[in-house]
């Protein structure tokens, strides 16, 4: 069934994606035309910290095969490959932003992960044949993401930390007498 069959019958729906002033840069995918088939399993398959897995996993898995095979990098390889890590990270923290958000696709995870990293690498190869120094660019761009990215889980975390905090206050309050019920109880006659 092609994608426009599948609009027509209701089988697929764009995103759902807030309309507020919050998240105004995503508001454009809708339009863009990316489209989610209308699956319940596949939108509840996993928990929160089942969907983070991938991501922590490929960064402990790729931590690990640089730390134990040791390969010295000279020349001009080093720039590209300096490049390509910045954008694998970035592919990491927003794939991990997306997991406390609840809106990780490992399909989206994967193919971002590499493609990311190829547009990168040609992108500083691309300025080394022409003479600008493009991967000050690119490591800038992907530095100013990987931040934002950075900075978002911390919010996430902070506000879901707080929120637990809140709810654990509320929930002793609720379980402890309170000393005005009490009075009231005295004093009936």
């Known amino acids: 069934m092609r994608i426009e069959d599948a609009w027509r019958s209701g089988a697929a729906t764009p995103r759902s994606r807030p309309k507020d002033d919050r998240n105004r840069?995503?508001?454009g995918h809708d339009v863009a035309g990316l489209l989610r088939l209308d699956n319940e399993a596949l939108r509840k398959a996993g928990t929160e910290l089942e969907?983070?897995?991938l991501p922590i996993l490929a960064m402990l898995v790729g931590a690990l095969v640089a730390w134990f095979v040791v390969v010295p990098i000279h020349g001009p390889v080093t720039m590209y490959l300096s490049v390509a890590c910045l954008a694998g990270l970035d592919?990491?923290?927003g794939?991990?932003?997306s997991g406390l958000e609840g809106k990780f696709h490992s399909d989206v995870f994967l193919t971002g992960f590499f493609s990311n990293i190829l547009i990168a690498f040609f992108l500083a190869f691309?300025?080394?044949k022409i003479g600008v120094n493009l991967s000050?660019?690119?490591a800038l761009v992907l530095g100013?993401?990987?931040f934002t990215n950075l900075s978002l889980i911390r919010r996430f975390l902070l506000t879901k930390w707080q929120d637990a905090r809140e709810r654990r206050r509320l929930q002793q309050e609720m379980a402890q007498p309170s000393i005005q019920s009490q009075i009231q109880v005295d004093t009936a006659p």
Do not use: E, M, P
Request: proline residues 0%; positive net charge.
């Open 95 to 97: 794939g991990i932003r």
């Open 25 to 27: 840069t995503s508001q």
């Open 51 to 53: 969907v983070i897995f």
């Open 126 to 128: 691309l300025g080394d």
């Open 91 to 93: 592919t990491l923290f």
């Open 144 to 146: 100013a993401r990987i």
């Open 136 to 138: 000050l660019a690119v």
